[in-house]
């Protein structure tokens, strides 16, 4: 049997007093994540490992919080590609922060964060300027 990889995490939008900007944020942010491929045609990143709350009041106060899973094949060995996606779709959203777990039976726990330096990224910015972490758990016995 292969070795799977585990991937999950969550993208965390900023909060705002506004409710029309919080609509426009959240609605942009639905649009972009709908967009993305469906079914077999997505090599790392699909529109069904993705799902966040819509209702305000029914998981969802003041910051939209997108969460995210997927399971994998050895991921590990493409995991620069599956972070080039990654950011790619970043630079799209509305977002404060970002962090990626990623759990693989050969090389352990990592998790990697990225923290918009302003506080927020729009993506009508050009230059995404972020601060990538990660940490690495030890592996598994």
Known sequence: MESE?????????????HLEQRCLRRETNRQVLASLPSG??????????FSNCTTEGEGLYQTQVIHFGASY?????????????????????????????????????????WDSERGFHSPQENDMRVRCLWEREGLRG
């Open 40 to 49: 077999e045609a997505w090599p790392f990143l699909g529109r069904e490992m």
């Open 73 to 113: 094949k050895a991921l590990e060995y493409e995991w620069r590609l599956w972070i080039e996606q990654f950011e790619a779709l970043l630079k799209n959203l509305y977002w404060a922060s970002a962090v990626v777990h990623l759990e693989t039976e050969l090389n352990g726990c990592h998790t990697f964060r």
């Open 5 to 17: 990889s585990i991937v999950y995490g969550c993208i965390r939008d900023w909060p705002s007093e």
